[in-house]
């Protein structure tokens, strides 16, 4: 596997926390998957390291490739968006501190506060700002959604989006099963939005690790699962 050191450094993580399990999900869209990526076992200190230092990583070699990528505020959509917009931005100062330095974190509050300095966004205004969404996994596009609306309702400028994992599947629908290609749900944005859609693995990334070091079985049933759900972008 050609992987760069930080995204392989991240599989090992991801299967050393148990972050990655194979077995049968029942996933918020409903669809049932072979395999689910779960962020929130990133808590303990040197993992937090881990993901955040992945995703700051992704995000400067993007910034790399393009040098319009410019970014002033990470958004990271409640809950499990917090903690990793809010690591990241340290990491991100550890990289480079001139140009990220005064990069802000921002979230929204799952209910609005009516006390206190009220309102449900906690951290940086979004006005006048570029910003970038910083999320563990976009399946159907349902959260990345609500999350872009809190962006235009802000008056935030939508620059990118990142997430930990791209599962490279199409969009759910009521025909979900009949082995038509379809656009994933971070197809669709790209092309809505014009924006990159940043992800630090996928799960091409993930089979290929199965068949150095895993078992047939869960290969096998994540090959099955590509087969029937793959996007078509
Ligand atoms: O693309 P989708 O089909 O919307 O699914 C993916 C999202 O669903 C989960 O979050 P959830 O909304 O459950 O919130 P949480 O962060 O509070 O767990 C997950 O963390 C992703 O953000
Ligand atoms: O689609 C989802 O709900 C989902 C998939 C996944 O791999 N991980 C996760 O937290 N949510």
Redesign the pocket.
Known sequence: MSLPEYKTAFMRDCVSADALKFGTFT???KRISPYFFN??LFHRAYLLRSISSAYAHTLTAHAQSDPSFHFDVLFG?????IPLAAATIDKLADLDLDKYGKTSYSFNR?EAKDHGEGGNIVGASLKGQKVVIV??????????REAIEIIKREGGELVGIIVAFDRLEKTPSATDDDGTPRPS?IGEIRKQYGIPVLAILTLDDVIEYLKSLGSAEDLERLDEYRAKYKASD
Request: cysteine-free; proline content about 5%.
């Open positions: 996933l918020k869209s962020a929130g959509p409640a809950y499990k968006g799952k999320d563990d996994v976009i399946t159907a596009g349902t959260a990345i749900a």
